[in-house]
């Protein structure tokens, strides 16, 4: 928040909220986005509802978390976190969620490119080395969920693997590939 607050002057307005009770009056948006969020909702009939109750049109990027398992990342170095985040709202959930308060819904995926930037888990798939910064890391709330002594040595081992090449051999696909699909999913409802 403390970039929204000093960027104010020359940004949109900000409204601080939760999904569960937006502050807006009934079909008063033309639409409703929630990006990378519907994990940290406390009620997933509540906040499908809302987004309904202010807009017709509404957007969810989110992910799917069996997808997510097959991630490099977390299938070689962080399987803790792939089992903590299996615990969390699926993609099936959020569907369900969002038919079940009417909407016609339509589930696309969003491959991610190998040179994105904007610091969620799996934005630096083909950028290695952004996982072992800590600033990178502090944006990326499933870290969150993994205790220090978990993360530390996981951590070691990455950076050791890409110190002597050895996260390199045999990935000559992936390190070729321009987008790689992990899951994240760009869920419309009307």
Known sequence: MASISRNRRRSAPVTRAYAESLPFPEQSLDAAMAILTVHHWSDL??????????????????????TEREFWLLRE????????????TSLDAVVTSLARV???????????????????LGAYWRQTHRYLDPQARAAISAFTHLDRHVLGPALQRLKADITTGRWHHGRKSLLNADTLDLGYRLVTAH
């Open 45 to 66: 009939t509540a906040g499908p509802a809302e987004l309904r109750r202010v807009s017709a049109r509404r957007v969810i990027l989110t992910w799917d978390p069996v």
């Open 77 to 88: 170095y962080l399987p803790e976190l792939a089992e903590k985040t299996a615990g969390l």
């Open 102 to 120: 009417g909407a016609d819904v339509s589930v696309v995926p969003v491959p991610i490119p190998a040179d994105c930037t904007d610091g969620f």
